[in-house]
């Protein structure tokens, strides 16, 4: 079975917690699921598949705790690895916008050799624009845990099985 870890950057706590309904659902155990601020690169590659998450602040910019990570994860060789994003964002008020941090985080990684698994079509989702769309899908899994949070577990669910069939 492929190890996994969940790393994502929180800043209210809402990514922190659809990190660890994700980590229930995979049995991930939770010291594989890391707050990204807690960056260790050793770490980092004793995984096979990698679940990343993050917040979208503004207009699409990623999580604070993700900058310093980023900076080395990018210049990483993942071509063994398996890669899936998921990000919270907020439809209503940034619907130009949404969830577009997980845009950042995918093309960041573009270089890096990784698989991206686990798109999600936009089907259901209320906003108008993202910089997280890849050929008419989202690269991950997006959550609007402000508007929407009623369809968080559910779409959980549906990422979840669709990671597995994927990995």
Wanted: net charge negative; glycine share 12%.
């Amino acid at each position: 079975m492929k190890k996994i870890g969940i790393y994502y950057g929180s800043t209210t706590g809402s990514t922190q917690c659809v990190a660890e309904k994700i980590g229930e659902k995979l049995n991930v155990a939770e010291t594989d699921i890391k707050d990204i601020a807690k960056f260790s690169s050793d770490e980092f590659q004793n995984y096979d598949v990698l679940i990343l998450g993050t917040s979208t602040w503004g207009e699409g910019d990623l999580q604070d705790d993700w900058y310093d990570a980023l900076d080395e994860i990018k210049n990483m060789d993942l071509s063994s690895k398996q890669v899936a994003l998921f990000g919270c964002g907020d439809g209503l008020s940034y619907p130009d916008s949404f969830c577009g941090a997980m845009g950042t985080l995918h093309d960041s990684l573009g270089g890096t050799g990784c698989t991206f698994i686990g798109s999600v079509a936009t089907d259901g989702y209320d906003f108008s624009d993202s910089q997280s769309l890849v050929d008419g899908s989202f690269v991950g899994l997006p959550l609007d845990e402000d508007n929407e949070d009623n369809q968080t577990d559910s779409r959980i669910e549906a990422w979840v099985e669709e990671l597995q069939n994927q990995m």
